[in-house]
């Protein structure tokens, strides 16, 4: 994301952010306010759908994971009304980042969101177990980094610690 980008996909900023790739702060909050939310004052919440991580994930395998993905979304109302691509590639599959106005609203849809992915990931036909991880609830550009972080790590953990689970919560990892 630089001075020269005028168009741009909730994904695509997303992972600009996750990566590093932007060049200033204003920029960053002047297209979060073109796509429909204020990169200062609402929060964010990572949500990552990932295949085993000894797997080698095919773009036909991270496709079955869209339907799931886009369930999540829905359960935001800010992430609704937001057009184009929301779902980020990452590590062995992908996660959708939401938005709400405050972190009790966030709150408030978490039982939500792990109750429809846990549902939405049964319907995926694997031989594999795939894991949804839960980031934490947080603010600004530095929280959209950290709450990824701790999605992917929340499964990474997950796959070692808590064998038996689909849905993992970084906050009540203690990792």
């Known amino acids: 994301m630089n001075k020269n980008t005028t168009d741009i996909t ?9 990566i590093g790739y932007y060049e ?18 609402d929060t ?20 079955r994971l869209t339907d799931a993905a886009q369930a999540v979304i829905g359960l935001s109302e800010i992430n609704k009304r937001i057009t184009g691509k929301q779902i980020i590639t ?13 972190k009790a609203e966030m709150r408030r849809i978490l039982d939500a969101v792990k109750a429809v992915a846990a549902e939405e990931v049964g319907k995926i036909i694997s031989d594999r177990r795939i894991r949804v991880g839960i980031g934490t609830i947080e ?17 990474k ?16 990892m203690e990792i």
């Not at 200033?24 to 004052?41: I, N, T, Y």
């Not at 996660?95 to 106005?101: E, F, P, R, Y």
């Not at 038996?164 to 906050?171: G, H, K, N, S, T």
């Open 157 to 172: 953990a997950g796959e070692i610690f808590k064998k038996d689970r689909v849905i993992l919560e970084y906050m009540g």
């Open 44 to 63: 964010f919440m990572a949500v990552s759908f990932q295949y085993p991580s000894d797997m080698n994930v095919k773009p036909e395998d991270r496709e």
């Open 90 to 102: 990452c590590d062995s599959g992908v996660c959708v980042i939401l938005i709400t106005h405050d």
């Open 10 to 18: 909730l994904s695509a900023y997303f992972n600009d952010i996750v």
């Open 24 to 41: 200033d702060e204003a920029l960053v909050k002047q297209l979060g306010r073109q796509l429909g939310f204020d990169v200062d004052m």
């Open 139 to 155: 603010g600004g550009i530095k929280g959209i980094r950290h709450t990824y972080s701790n999605a992917q790590d929340a499964v």
